[in-house]
């Protein structure tokens, strides 16, 4: 089973800034990553596949990079509507599909 | 517009059964793989079960292999989760998930609002 390492655990960003939070895979996982915003009593909701790619109608200030066993999520300009919890998971090697155990971004 | 709808959560003693159910719409349900995904408080989220589009193939997390049971219903568009010997730790949100299953792509597409499920006695 690969298993995926989110950091930091707790992210507190000022309006306007950048959020930068990392994933780390156990074994490579090539480009087959994907990153998830979940907020509170919402469903959540699809980022970023492939590593890099936005999914539909997302605002492009969110990018993803990196490949093999380190990811970043980056989150431009921040907007108080993206507090929220954000999961990386990966997609190369399962069953079992796997989360990272989440990094909550906090708006200062 | 897609839209996933859980039921079927409710508080129920260990050892009990609970049946999910998720109604689906928007999309040509048949063409998709889907998935049962938890989360359990104050945790991450948590891959459970997966369903090929015919039914074919179906792959559960190590916890609940042999305790729960991943089916769907093309005719009616829903997708069921039958979960048997419920213990403590399956406690948790469960969301319906569409799977994409494209290429490479193994991933949760559209995801229901989710359904709380509470073992305990």
């Known amino acids: 089973e690969i298993v995926m390492t989110q950091s930091p655990a707790t992210l507190s960003v000022s309006p306007g800034e950048r959020a930068t939070l990392s994933c780390r895979a156990s074994?490579?996982?090539?480009?087959?990553l994907a990153w998830y915003q979940h907020k509170f009593g919402q469903a959540p909701r699809l980022l970023i596949y492939?590593?890099?790619t936005r999914a539909t109608d997302i605002a492009g200030r969110f990018s993803g990079s990196g490949s093999g066993t380190e990811f970043t999520l980056t989150i431009n300009s921040l907007q108080s509507e993206d507090s929220a919890l954000y999961y990386c998971?990966?997609?190369?090697?399962?069953?079992?599909?796997?989360f990272g155990g989440g990094t909550k971004v906090e708006i200062k | 517009e897609v839209h996933l709808v859980e039921s079927g959560g409710t508080l129920v003693q260990p050892g009990g059964s609970l049946r999910l159910s998720c109604a689906t719409s928007g999309f040509s349900f048949t063409s998709y793989s889907m998935s049962w995904v938890r989360q359990a408080p104050g945790k991450g989220l948590e891959w459970v079960a997966y369903?090929?589009?015919?039914?074919?193939?179906?792959y559960y997390v190590d916890s609940v292999k042999g305790r729960f049971t991943i089916s769907r219903d093309n005719a009616e568009h829903s997708l069921f989760l039958q979960m048997n010997n419920l213990r403590a730790e399956d406690t948790a949100v469960y969301y319906c998930?569409?799977?994409?299953?494209?290429?490479?792509?193994?991933?949760?597409?559209?995801w229901g609002q989710g359904t709380l499920v509470t073992v305990s006695s």
């Open positions: 369903i090929k589009q015919d039914g074919s193939e179906k």
């Open positions: 998930a569409r799977t994409n299953t494209g290429g490479d792509l193994r991933l949760f597409d559209y």
């Open positions: 492939g590593a890099s």
């Open positions: 998971q990966q997609y190369n090697n399962w069953p079992p599909l796997t």
């Open positions: 074994q490579s996982v090539r480009s087959n």
